[in-house]
């Protein structure tokens, strides 16, 4: 499977499933977000929303995933409160929420601060602890395309 980007990747994969896709945002939504939340999204996560901005609302993929829109993203302690006291994971404000299994089963995460990083960890919030599954939005979309399994 040849893997283009990030979002051209999903787009692609979505599109020949038959998955209600959102168009994607404007780079002024996106420097929005940034200043909203005083983060910088990495390269692949902002290529991603420039060519998709998610699954249509109430749409998800053939193994119950669904990716949100650009507007549903906030940090962790404002999507999932329960998982923000600190026990459950270091810095919760700098954990944004992106996609979710079989309608909130858990979610997928991605540390997010107000300078570019090294890396982009994405974790599973939702089980007794937190789950790290790769060290960037790529790689997770590239775990997601070959080996969905793997996500859960």
């Known amino acids: 499977m040849e893997f283009t980007s990030a979002g051209e990747s999903l787009k692609r994969h979505w599109s020949s499933h038959?998955?209600?896709?959102n168009a994607g945002v404007s780079e002024a939504r996106l420097k929005a977000f940034e200043e909203k939340y005083s983060v910088v999204l990495p390269d692949d996560l902002r290529d991603y929303f420039r060519c998709v901005?998610?699954?249509a609302p109430d749409e998800v993929d053939?193994?119950?995933i669904r990716f949100w829109m650009l507007e549903e993203i906030e940090p962790l302690p404002q999507s999932a409160p329960q998982y923000s006291d600190g026990t459950y994971v270091q810095?919760?404000?700098t954990l944004f929420l992106f996609a979710d299994y079989s309608l909130w089963a858990h979610a997928y995460a991605i540390h997010l601060e107000n300078t570019e990083l090294e890396s982009n960890e994405v974790i599973i919030i939702g089980y007794e602890s937190p789950k790290l599954i790769?060290?960037?939005f790529s790689k997770f979309v590239g775990t997601y395309l070959t080996s969905k399994d793997l996500l859960h």
Request: no cysteine; charged share 25%.
């Open 62 to 64: 053939d193994g119950m």
């Open 134 to 136: 790769s060290d960037s």
């Open 18 to 21: 038959n998955v209600e896709i």
């Open 53 to 55: 901005n998610g699954m």
């Open 91 to 93: 810095n919760p404000e």
